[in-house]
């Protein structure tokens, strides 16, 4: 659990401004909730739930509802409540339902049932990370754009337990699942969760992605090894700071290219690692992170600190 942070006075604030704003006009309706936070999920600023939306609300008109937004070039944001980068290193970024918004905020538009998650980071080591794990159980609930995908469930036939927890996990957050054997893929017309040791994962092209590091797949870990036994873990500067061996595990998410569209992996070292990822699967032990590796049953947010 996060230690919370003087800033996180205002999250009150946020939650009363939201819940009264957005009432007036439009056809759109349903929850939407918002998160602020900085240095990767790290430090929480302000959180918040708006009952309804305007048909026309989009991300940067949400946030100017509760706060005090200046904007640079293309209306990108520089500050939130005067919250602004440290350098030239550090920017806002946004994610709808656990999606880097491929459009400004001003041109993405807010659906029902989203969450629009703002962090402010360092993009060093990676300048854009196309997909996080923190606005779990989305996108599956509520999809991108406003268009709920099917979720395919990729298991490799030597994880049968850890498949299993996932897919319970799943079907406790009201997202209807069906299973194929690792290998099957997804297609650009359903959202893909693979599960297997990273050894099972090799080929996979989510993978190979996290192969080739944080400026590729956005997530601050890669496994080593002949048979990925081996869970190196970096700080946001893209260091290896920390390893894992047996029992390790992480769940991550990364954007093929091809697809536009995010898979996730639950995987590990080997199958008492792909376990404890899939055990972790939940709202309350990802919220808020990029990525989460485990050790046993310790969450290691990612990058790590």
């Not at 009150?12 to 009432?23: D, P, T």
């Not at 999920?41 to 008109?61: F, H, K, L, Y």
């Not at 049932?113 to 980071?121: A, R």
């Not at 923190?134 to 337990?161: K, M, N, Q, W």
């Amino acid at each position: 659990m996060h230690r919370r942070p003087p800033a996180l006075l205002a999250s009150a604030a946020l939650a009363v401004a939201l819940a009264g704003c957005g009432l007036a006009g439009g056809s759109g309706s349903g929850a939407v909730s918002v998160d602020i936070t900085r240095d990767f999920g790290s430090a929480p600023i302000a959180s918040g739930v708006q009952r309804r939306v305007p048909g026309d609300e989009t991300v940067i008109g949400l946030l100017r509802r509760s706060f005090k937004v200046s904007t640079g070039h293309r209306e990108s944001v520089r500050s939130i409540d005067g919250r602004a980068a440290a350098s030239r290193r550090y920017g806002w970024f946004f994610y709808v339902n656990g999606i880097l918004a491929p459009k400004r905020p001003a041109k993405t538009a807010v659906n029902a049932g989203d969450h629009v998650w703002w962090d402010l980071h360092d993009w060093t080591a990676a300048h854009q990370i196309p997909a996080v794990v923190g606005s779990y159980p989305e996108p599956f609930t509520s999809g991108i754009g406003g268009r709920r995908f099917p979720t395919v469930l990729d298991c490799a036939g030597s994880t049968h337990r850890a498949c299993n927890m996932v897919g319970t996990a799943l079907h406790r957050a009201g997202v209807k699942v069906s299973y194929q054997a690792l290998g099957g893929g997804s297609g650009s017309d359903s959202l893909a969760v693979v599960v297997g040791t990273w050894r099972n994962l090799r080929g996979v092209i989510a993978a190979d992605l996290i192969d080739a590091g944080p400026s590729t797949s956005g997530v601050f870990a890669q496994f080593v090894g002949s048979g990925g036994q081996v869970l190196e873990l970096d700080n946001a500067q893209g260091s290896v700071v920390r390893t894992l061996r047996a029992g390790g595990g992480l769940i991550a998410a990364t954007e093929q290219p091809s697809l536009n569209q995010p898979t996730w992996l639950v995987t590990g070292t080997d199958a008492a690692g792909v376990d404890a990822a899939a055990a972790a699967l939940t709202p309350a032990r990802l919220r808020n992170h990029f990525a989460l590796a485990v050790d046993g049953s310790r969450d290691l947010p990612l990058p790590l600190r």
